[in-house]
């Protein structure tokens, strides 16, 4: 009896719904091709982490060849997607290598967005890969070392003074634990500066932090920022970042913060694949970039495309766009390995369907809220729950040992063994006329 013929996979994308979808699809007459342009798979949820010393970026990451070589009918390629030919149903990369398909998975993800003001993200970095957290780290902790130095009081105040962008969960986790980095870890190092006396501002241009969340909740990250000396200003725009300032718009009053130090939490923009793809498929994409789809992940008139992730508008069941988060990215990546063998077998698939277990945020040490199904939960039972959830998560066992021995470290000694300052600080950098 003649083997059944080849069906070619080829996944755009390493993230949490891509390789899901490589994971999944076992069948032997699928071929299956992940395109990467990073040859690991990244736990972005700790990201921040890294960005305050707390994990080593090799803690969250998995190479991708690593996590796949039981998966004898899948292939790795590293390479930057620059072109999907709709028509011959061929995607190329920059190298000119081409990878054709039957069915393909569009897996690329996000980036941080500047809302149109894309110069001020080389003076407020985000926090979307291993690059920016190194970067983050290196601001962060390069501003506590300037300041030791300085000898001027209103330097030093700017220098100790760090500004976050966006009171999501994103900029939450990471200014509790830049007051953990100022508060505790730093305590004792330096001999002309207090760390503690940093000021950290979080600003939201909504009413409130963590909008996703209901009331009670709110006010108890609300509570836990200002325990952790966390100054929080809502109902506040940033305006311009400069150099060494900021500009906020509260209700019209107008404020400049003198700060070195912008970090940028404050919103997303899906992949300019999607925008290409959108075009060629003949579809609008959203105001965030992402790519409308059918129920069954599918773009209209090609089933032969499905998008998934931070992507993908797929719409929940209250209508609105799901959110750019793990596990709905994981559970789109499931269903698309399930779709591609139903259709193979000639069985129908029921459309995409969310299931939301809940969301969690980390306000600080033995600190966090979350929404569980009908449950909400916070304080230190919150805290353990989003230790285990995330822990489990993590790809690797090897990785998962070593994230449970730091965050033990951590919580005992608060200490963090990854506060390295890699790169050049400002003024270390060569200047026209000087010594390289």
């Known amino acids: 009896m003649p083997s059944p013929p080849t069906h070619r996979v080829v996944i ?5 719904g891509g390789l899901k979808a490589a994971v999944k699809l076992r069948r032997p007459s699928v071929e299956v091709t992940l395109i990467d342009k990073r040859n ?3 736990f972005q949820p700790l990201l921040y982490q890294v960005a305050t010393g707390q994990l080593s970026p090799a803690n969250i990451a998995a190479p991708l060849r690593s996590v796949l070589r039981r998966r004898r009918n899948c292939r790795v390629w590293l390479g930057d997607v620059v072109e999907i030919d709709v028509k011959s149903r061929v995607v190329r990369l920059r190298d000119g290598a081409e990878a054709p398909y039957d069915t393909l998975i569009v897996a690329a993800g996000s980036r941080h967005s500047y809302f ?3 110069d001020w993200e080389a003076l407020a970095p985000g926090l979307k890969t291993i690059e920016d957290a190194t970067e983050m780290r290196h601001r962060v902790l390069d501003a506590f070392e300037r300041a ?3 000898i001027d009081p209103s330097e030093r105040k700017a220098l100790l003074t760090f500004v976050i962008v966006g009171a999501g969960p994103t900029g939450v986790e990471l200014a509790g634990a830049l007051s953990e980095v100022a508060w505790h870890t730093l305590k004792h190092d330096f001999r002309s500066i207090n760390p503690s006396e940093a000021q950290i501002l979080l600003v939201e241009a909504g009413p409130k932090p963590l909008e996703i969340y209901p009331e009670p909740l709110i006010e108890a990250a609300q509570r836990d920022l200002a325990r952790l000396h966390v100054t929080l200003r809502t109902n506040t725009r940033v305006t311009q970042i400069e150099p060494e300032w900021v500009t906020l718009d509260a209700g019209g009053t107008i404020e400049q913060v003198h700060a070195h130090t912008v970090l940028w939490a404050a919103g997303v923009q899906a992949s300019p694949l999607g925008k290409q793809l959108a075009a060629a498929t003949g579809v609008e994409t ?8 059918q129920p069954d992940l599918t773009i209209a008139g090609h089933p032969e495309i499905i998008v998934i992730g ?3 508008n797929c719409a929940g069941e209250n209508g609105k766009p799901l959110p750019g988060l793990a596990p709905v990215a994981m559970q789109q990546g499931e269903y698309a390995a399930r779709l591609i063998d139903n259709r193979l077998e000639g069985h129908q698939t029921a459309p995409f369907r969310y299931r939301d277990w809940g969301s969690m945020a980390v306000i600080g040490r033995g600190s966090a809220i979350g929404l569980l199904r009908r449950w909400q939960v916070k304080g230190f039972i919150a805290w353990l729950t989003w230790l285990f959830i995330h822990l489990m998560s993590i790809m690797q066992f090897q990785n998962r040992v070593l994230v449970l021995i730091q965050w033990g470290s951590s919580y005992l000694f608060r200490s963090r063994s990854a506060r390295l300052i ?5 003024d270390q950098r060569p200047t026209q006329g000087g010594t390289p």
């Open 12 to 16: 755009i994308g390493g993230g949490f």
């Open 40 to 42: 690991f798979h990244l």
């Open 116 to 118: 149109g003001r894309d």
């Open 148 to 150: 030791e130095r300085t």
């Open 286 to 293: 959203d105001r965030a970039g992402r790519v409308p789809v």
């Open 310 to 312: 931070d992507l993908a």
């Open 422 to 426: 890699t790169g050049e600080s400002q």
